[in-house]
């Protein structure tokens, strides 16, 4: 069992995992507070009802959030010894800013927020949720900033072999982290949009399902009662604003994914051309766009090289547009790039103890180009989807309700998964094309170019096989059950619609009320 590759399998599960929560924590942060403001200004209830509604799922995801993200910086110690004392002193900063700023600011504030409902001052509780969602937002920099040091070393100086920080202001305006965090963000308010659109979604499905709501000969929709407040016409208003705000969010956020995305592509071509060149198949130097291209394993037992890819449809002059924003700049390919990678770092790894069983082998520059060339288009395909779902369905929904199509609700409610989808197969293809260096080396001839460490180099070298095996399966199995837990947590909620985070709408409704919302395990929140 090699350690070393059992340990990028355990931290690559529990980051995917993790990142699950983190997109929808950021932008349904932003989005709640939006919604309070909402309720502040109009004096409206549908907003207030939102804000509880969704501040209760919201919640559920924050906990799990914390819960499964404290493992990746535990991990740094257990599986990646030789990598934490590598860029110990240049990773210590921006994960203390995350700890003592943002994470501070998130659950301080967060804390105000949940238990302050009729007992701060309703601006204090209002600033409370907008500090609580700025503090995510400074938790997601300051993590990026850690990651962007990674794919681009910058305010250092190697002493003893080691880098040492000598400007941190550098490393948190590293320019490959201030494209990284707006691409970040986008990504998380499409993972909000799509959330509030399904979501939405399946309650005016379920209303026109109930007979609550119909449509006139014109298609637009006949808003009803029950008498009951669950069902009443605030709640066809909270559904039909969160409908229509989890739409746009959705278009919005792609469009912005779309053009920081393409900002980053451009100076990662800069940066790590061969992580680009292995996204795009790119054996040879050009100018074509391949829309799709295959590999031929028959022949090297599961192994992709430049031999193997077959093109079969390419776009000429887009890749150099994509690149340098015009049609005939040739765009270096792999086999340009390897011979340059090899003159700069070598061709074999060195023989130190360090590399263990790996010293003195050759070395492989080319990321796996499997993962880097689909991990690339399912990013953008998924984005792609979520955003034709939400423009599709804000047009069948254009005359205030849905359809009671039974397919179609299904369908607004896997839509929830894509924006997921692409957050994650984006971390894959970012993480993964910088392989084989833990910490990329900085081509740019004016900065600091003896920085970089091979991934080979960072697992711990005390840590056996086995030992990171049972670490795997242990995490793996943990994590799985409370995926099992989260998803049922949440399908629970937005089954219970507004009154899972507002049960006292139904006190003078039912006498029962008051006992289930004792036992719920999460009435503290209100």
Same mark, same amino acid.
């Given at each position: ?90 990773? &210590?900063?921006?994960?203390?800013? =995350? ?7 998130? $659950?301080?504030?967060? @804390?105000? #927020? *949940? ?111 029950? &008498?009951?407040?669950?069902?009443? =016409? ?7 604003? $969160?409908?229509?705000? @989890?739409? #746009? *969010? ?277």
């Amino acid at each position: 069992m090699d350690p070393l590759e059992l340990a990028r399998w355990q931290f690559g599960i529990t980051t995917v995992y993790h990142f699950l929560m983190v997109p929808l924590t950021i932008g349904l942060g932003v989005v709640l507070a939006s919604m309070q403001t909402m309720w502040h200004i109009t004096g409206h209830e549908q907003y207030l009802r939102m804000t509880k509604f969704f501040g209760k799922l919201f919640l559920i995801n924050f906990i799990m959030g914390v819960a499964t993200g404290l493992v990746q910086e535990f991990q740094f110690g257990m599986a990646w010894s030789e990598y934490s004392r590598f860029v110990g002193d240049v990773f &210590g900063a921006p994960l203390a800013m =995350e700890a003592l700023i943002a994470f501070f600011m998130e $659950s301080v504030f967060l @804390g105000i #927020w *949940i238990f302050g409902w009729g007992r701060v001052r309703p601006w204090i509780h209002l600033a409370s949720l907008w500090a609580a969602a700025i503090g995510s937002m400074f938790s997601a920099y300051f993590i990026l900033a850690a990651n962007a040091w990674m794919q681009h070393p910058v305010g250092v100086e190697m002493v003893d072999g080691r880098p040492v920080l000598t400007d941190i202001w550098a490393v948190l305006t590293n320019n490959t982290l201030l494209v990284h965090f707006p691409h970040t963000v986008f990504g998380a308010l499409a993972v909000a949009g799509g959330f509030l659109f399904g979501v939405a979604w399946y309650h005016l499905y379920r209303r026109r399902v109930q007979g609550i709501d119909s449509v006139d000969t014109d298609g637009k929709v006949m808003v009803g009662t029950t &008498g009951s407040k669950a069902s009443d =016409e605030t709640d066809y208003r909270v559904w039909r604003t $969160s409908f229509r705000w @989890g739409g #746009w *969010i959705a278009l919005v956020a792609f469009l912005g994914t779309a053009f920081s995305g393409h900002a980053q592509a451009q100076l990662m071509i800069e940066q790590q051309p061969l992580k680009m060149a292995a996204a795009e198949a790119a054996c040879h130097d050009g100018t074509a766009f391949s829309v799709f291209s295959f590999a031929d394993l028959r022949n090297t037992d599961g192994a992709t090289t430049c031999d193997d890819i077959v093109g079969v449809f390419e776009i000429p002059g887009l890749l150099s547009f994509l690149a340098y924003e015009d049609f005939t700049t040739p765009v270096d390919g792999v086999n340009t790039l390897i011979p340059e990678y090899q003159e700069k770092y070598g061709t074999h790894l060195p023989d130190d103890p360090m590399y263990g069983d790996r010293a003195g082998s050759e070395i492989d520059y080319l990321p796996v180009m499997e993962v880097t060339y689909w991990g690339f288009r399912l990013m953008i395909t998924f984005g792609g989807m979520a955003a034709l779902a939400a423009a599709i369905g804000l047009w069948l929904g254009r005359k205030g309700t849905v359809p009671t199509n039974k397919w179609l609700m299904r369908l607004a409610l896997v839509q929830i998964t894509f924006s997921f989808f692409a957050n994650s197969a984006g971390w894959i293809f970012t993480e993964m094309g910088r392989q084989p260096f833990v910490v990329a080396p900085n081509p740019d001839p004016t900065g600091i170019d003896q920085v970089w460490m091979y991934t080979a180099a960072a697992v711990s070298p005390g840590v056996s096989g086995g030992e990171i095996l049972f670490s795997l399966i242990a995490l793996t199995l943990i994590y799985a059950v409370l995926l099992v837990v989260e998803l049922w947590l949440l399908a629970r909620y937005i089954r219970g619609g507004v009154p899972a985070g507002m049960p006292e709408l139904l006190a003078d409704e039912d006498n029962d009320d008051e006992e289930r919302h004792d036992k719920d395990v999460l009435a503290f929140a209100y």
